[in-house]
């Protein structure tokens, strides 16, 4: 029998969390590259929301991906984005198996909370520095 560990429910709230701002940041980076090939390709808004559709389908890789090709962002950014891509990554397709072991047992639910709030952290970080790229893209009408 299952026996819930402490803090077995923030660790899900942590967990959700991070997963919905990790899904914020694709959505981000989609928009991103949506906008910098309108602002410079001239893209019109039909072709925006297709590029983010298809964008928002696939994984996170394949718009950092596209980003890195064809929209680079500056160095600093490209490296947080994609940090954040690998930790993603990790929550999405390993921690259940890799922490599954440890929770059966009560162990390392301290740590695995400090790792979501990283992850959420540096989601908000990412998505707040894409902002501010995002705002010097779109030209001031005066």
């Avoid at 899904?23 to 309108?38: E, M």
């Avoid at 695995?112 to 893209?137: F, H, P, S, W």
């Amino acid at each position: 029998m299952f026996t819930k560990p402490e803090r077995f429910e923030e660790l899900c709230e942590r967990v959700g969390l991070a997963l919905m701002l990790g899904q914020k940041v694709q959505f981000a980076l989609a928009y991103y590259f949506a906008v910098y090939h309108s602002v410079h390709g001239k893209w019109n808004k039909a072709k925006m929301d297709d590029s983010v559709d298809l964008h928002l389908s696939k994984p996170m890789g394949v718009v950092v991906a596209a980003i890195e090709k064809e929209a680079p962002l500056p160095d600093i950014l490209a490296e947080k984005v994609r940090a954040f891509k690998e930790l993603r990554n990790w929550l999405a397709h390993d921690f259940d198996q890799e922490a599954t072991p440890f929770l059966t047992k009560s162990q390392k639910v301290p740590d695995y909370i400090e790792r979501m709030n990283d992850i959420c952290a540096k989601a908000t970080e990412v998505m707040v520095l894409l902002g501010e790229v995002g705002q010097k893209l779109i030209p001031v009408k005066g």
